[in-house]
């Protein structure tokens, strides 16, 4: 496993002070969940979790026009999603900070896909 740190960005801090990491070609916005992938990886290695999958895209809300002017659709993009031994499917995101947009998107996810989105 191939671990790069912060190599892609400008030296600049980030807003909440996580490091980018790169792990098997994979840049992850944080440590944090960057340790949760390489945790997930081994999961699914053992048959623990099957289809794991990363940066997940969800509609919330489809684009419209409004006084001829398009309106971008909101979206949710989970971190990780993957089926855990019963089938399920489990929605994670790596948080060290929840921000407003981040507790009205899980708002507005779980009662649209009625799926509970598990922080780590």
Not at 55 to 67: A, T
Not at 80 to 91: A, E, P, Q, R
């Amino acid at each position: 496993m191939q671990i790069r740190y912060n190599w892609w960005s400008d030296n600049k801090k980030s807003k909440y002070g996580a490091k980018k990491i790169e792990i098997d070609g994979i840049k992850f916005d944080s440590k944090r969940e960057s340790d949760r992938y390489t945790v997930l990886k081994y999961l699914e290695s053992i048959g623990d979790i099957t289809d794991l999958q990363l940066q997940v895209p969800f509609e919330l809300q489809p684009k419209y026009i409004m006084d001829g002017k398009t309106v971008r659709a909101i979206k949710y993009v989970a971190d990780f999603v993957y089926k855990d031994k019963n089938g399920n499917t489990v929605v994670e995101d790596s948080k060290g900070y929840r921000t407003k947009e981040y507790l009205l998107k899980k708002k507005l996810f779980e009662y649209k896909f009625n799926l509970k989105i598990k922080e780590v």
